[in-house]
């Protein structure tokens, strides 16, 4: 189980939804798991940090990673002044990328667990550009305060050897405490880096990916 009693990143992929991107049989076979979350309390807000007294922004930015077996790679709980929601998603995103590309092969294949419906789009349609796809797309509009984040997103996007992102609910997203609540969870930015490469996948006995979606054929009903 991951934490805080969720189930794991790569259950909560397979059971989700993949904006503009069908999940192929061989979904099971990501890498790596990255769920991200932003927060953002409004302009006025501060939260203290319990110790000197000082404020600190009331917004924050969640990272969670783990390998496909389970295994934790690394989480951050940090606080942010993103200007607003969608900002601190995209600056969120942008922090898991970028601290994953740092500990992962850059052959990984990546799922991404994101709370923002148009995020998770707007990730699964730079996927879709990044192979030449000029068929069934449809237009990406990201907030103009986030474009440098934006392009550092796409940028690891086209690093990593496959990526799609999944529609989750922040309920369920174990970057969502982390997120709106950096003060009590500073702890987690202080765990020893890990570098965990996941275990070689056994054959799944045949899949042939010639095949199209429904992605979940070819599973068992106790998957």
Known sequence: ??????????????????????????????????????????????????????????????????????ERVARLSLPDDAPDNNVAEYRALHLGLDVLAARAPDDARVGVLIDHDDLAGNVNQAVLASRGADWGTHDVSVPGATTNHWRGIRARISGFGELRAARINSDVNPAHPLANAPDQYDHVNHESDRCVLPETPRSTGGTD????PPSRADRHASD
Do not use: C, K, Q
């Open 209 to 212: 990916d010639r095949y199209p």
């Open 1 to 70: 189980m991951a934490a805080y009693g969720r189930p794991s990143l790569r259950d909560l992929f397979d059971e989700s939804p993949t904006p503009h991107i069908a999940h192929p049989p061989r979904t099971h076979h990501r890498d790596f798991y990255l769920a991200t979350d932003g927060s953002f309390r409004g302009s006025g807000a501060v939260a203290t940090d319990g110790g000197d007294g000082a404020t600190r922004p009331a917004g924050g930015l969640g990272v969670v990673i783990e390998t496909r077996d389970g």
